[in-house]
Nanobody
Framework: QVQLVESGGGLVQAGGSLRLTCAASGGTFSRYAAGWFRQAPGLEQEFVATIHWSGAYTYYADSVKGRFTISRDNAKNTVYLQMNDLKPEDTAVYHC???????????????WGQGTQVTVSS
């Protein structure tokens, strides 16, 4: 059983940056793919980025490509999401997830964190 805890959210002006952290415990996190998903008020949860368990492969939603970077440190059981050039439409609750497959499909992830709020003001 893997427990995930996100941190690093907050309020930032458009054009600013934030780095989200997802700390894992309780399992062999280094063997799981990790993903970030987000959900804005009134909208469905959407895929943001994912990283292979090895860190060698990443995949991004078109809406964040070139602005966001996902990375991981398996020695620290941690995944990061560096978010640059933030836009008001990036405002959402961001959730970290872990699963056995390197995929953008949310239903393939077995473990989820509680989320961290990101608010981008214009």
């Amino acid at each position: 059983q893997v427990q995930l805890v996100e941190s690093g959210g907050g309020l930032v002006q458009a054009g600013g940056s934030l780095r989200l952290t997802c700390a894992a415990s309780g399992g062999t996190f280094s063997r799981y793919a990790a993903g970030w998903f987000r959900q804005a008020p009134g909208l469905e949860q959407e895929f943001v980025a994912t990283i292979h368990w090895s860190g060698a492969y990443t995949y991004y939603a078109d809406s964040v490509k070139g602005r966001f970077t996902i990375s991981r440190d398996n020695a620290k059981n941690t995944v990061y999401l560096q978010m640059n050039d933030l836009k008001p439409e990036d405002t959402a609750v961001y959730h970290c997830a872990a699963g056995t497959l390197f995929t953008s499909e949310r239903n393939k992830y077995s473990y989820w964190g509680q989320g961290t709020q990101v608010t981008v003001s214009s």
